[in-house]
């Protein structure tokens, strides 16, 4: 690699519970001062192997804010990760999901997730993974406090991908790279090209690496539907961070 290229691994899941030397748990302020944090208050965690094991009962609910009710617990990098002005940087990990109790067929009643997430733009590139389908995700959203820029175009999105073609309830390789200069974003599961986006309308500045737990249901008129007993369980690798200049 060049001087200017760099490959590092974000990991050190030994290190989970002492909060903000790695990881911490993630969440949002919100404007009554008080912080909702996504965390699970039963799950249990295991680190063996350089491997995260997270398993939880979903419990936690917010009837009013869609995002803070869709994340139920998660753990988001103690520092973002800076984007190359040129060049391209890629994420990459090894993730695998089971889900018990959740509805056949329905990746978003509950499902493991990696979350690249700009906190200067409001954007989002990830991977959700469930018990028989994944999706790649792209979306520039209204997170609690972050002001979003003005492109004159649609300024929130989130558009979702889903597929099958992979090993259900088993460890597949996730990577997503992002080019600023070229304003173009790719996902890949085993190796294999599964979504492009170009053209994309803000430049990200720099990414929270982010480990979660989620569903994705919309709240309804009564508050929140997106709990009923149901379980997840997620393993992560450390995620391999490649800079290509």
Known sequence: MSNQDQKFVLGDFHSILNEGKVWKVGGFPLPDGTFWEYREPEAVIIVRNDTLYVRAKLSRQNDHIQILDNAKHMYFSNEPIQVPESGEISFELQMRARTD?????????????????????????????????????????????????????????????????????????????????????????????????????????????????????????????????????????????EVKA
Do not use: W
């Open 101 to 241: 109790n959740t509805a056949p067929g329905d990746l978003y009643d509950g499902y493991v997730s990696l979350n690249l997430l700009d906190f200067t733009t409001g954007a989002a590139l990830d991977f959700f993974a469930g018990n028989d389908k994944y999706a790649s995700v792209y979306a520039i959203l209204p997170f609690p406090g972050v002001s979003v820029p003005d492109t004159g175009k649609t300024k929130y999105f989130c558009i979702f991908k889903e597929e099958t073609d992979f090993n259900a309830r088993e460890f597949n390789t996730y990577k997503i790279t992002y080019n600023r200069a070229l304003d173009e974003a790719v996902f890949f599961v085993n190796g294999r090209e599964v979504r492009r986006e170009t053209g994309i309308p803000v430049k990200f500045n720099e990414f929270y690496v982010c480990l979660g737990i989620m569903t994705e249901k919309d709240l309804s008129p009564q508050g929140s539907v997106s709990v009923h007993g149901q379980t997840v369980i997620a393993e992560y690798s450390p995620v391999t961070i």
